[in-house]
């Protein structure tokens, strides 16, 4: 992924939606989880700090999709100062930096950018306080990955134990970190914690994703396999209010490829549904 052109645009999408209540369709199991793992494999073997860099940026994407939902109750004024510190946090990377005359924001580095988000953030813990401060607080956190990375783990870990929305979000983030570190055995069970939450916030089949990687990590592969195939299973057989069938989500579908890499036999199991013929008639006819 370019870092010229690295530019998260959920919290628009999120910010234009309808308020009318919708079905939730995971934003995040679509877009955040396949840039991480694509994320990884660009930067595998060029070295932690690029990879760190990398997973805190998806991380940052993915408090974005749910910032929105939660805080809505707050007054207008704090959402316009947290989704402006939002923006800055999103902001592209140059090597110009901003150029006169445009009202885009953007920076020479990703230590840069977080080093002027984490401003924005403190202000409006300063100024606000209460839920949207927590929140704020957690966008600091993620974004100081890339300025002090051990004081950044040292502050998603006192957030990890809150049972809150920005409490849960701070456990997946810092099992992620928890698998960078290579300390496998604590990120599985930080996983295995969010999954047996009744909300955790996050898609289960995304935690249950993440939760089989470090199985395989580990060598237990069939642990592994149990779990890409219990995803992939589910997707396929899901269907909509109508009957029909659902589209798998890229968590689901990437939880197949894996599954054929571990079980090739077993993944034959999985059947995908047939595509509805939108031209009417039989599908083939």
Do not use: C, H, W
């Not at 396999?225 to 009957?243: L, M, P, Q």
């Amino acid at each position: 992924m370019s870092k010229k052109k690295r530019r998260f645009e959920q919290l628009q999408a999120a910010a234009a939606a309808p308020k009318d209540k919708k079905t939730y369709v995971d934003p995040f199991q679509q877009q955040v989880v396949p840039r991480i793992e694509s994320l990884g494999k660009t930067f595998e073997g060029k070295g932690k700090t690029i990879l760190y860099g990398a997973i805190a940026i998806a991380l940052v994407g993915l408090i974005s999709l749910f910032v929105i939902r939660y805080m809505r109750s707050s007054g207008a004024e704090a959402q316009t100062a947290l989704g402006k510190a939002i923006e800055t946090s999103q902001a592209q990377i140059s090597e110009t930096g901003t150029l006169a005359g445009s009202k885009e924001k953007s920076f020479k580095s990703e230590k840069e950018r977080s080093e002027a988000a984490i401003a924005e953030f403190q202000a409006v813990v300063d100024k606000y306080g209460g839920s949207v401060g927590e929140k704020a607080k957690y966008f600091i956190a993620v974004n100081r990955l890339f300025v002090d990375r051990p004081a950044a783990i040292k502050d998603l870990e006192g957030m990890a134990n809150a049972s809150s929305e920005t409490g849960k979000m701070a456990k997946f983030a810092l099992a992620q970190t928890r698998v960078e570190d290579n300390r496998l055995d604590e990120a599985a069970t930080l996983y295995q914690e969010l999954a047996g939450l009744s909300d955790p916030i996050i898609a289960k089949d995304t935690i249950n994703f993440e939760l089989a990687k470090v199985f395989e990590k580990q060598g237990k592969k069939q642990e592994a396999a149990d779990i890409y195939f219990n995803i992939a299973k589910a997707s396929s057989e899901a269907k909509d209010r109508d009957g029909k069938p659902v589209r798998p989500t890229a968590t689901a579908t990437a939880a197949k490829d894996k599954l054929k890499e571990l079980d090739p036999e077993r993944a034959k199991q999985i059947v995908e549904p047939e595509p509805d013929n939108p031209f009417g008639g039989e599908p083939g006819s």
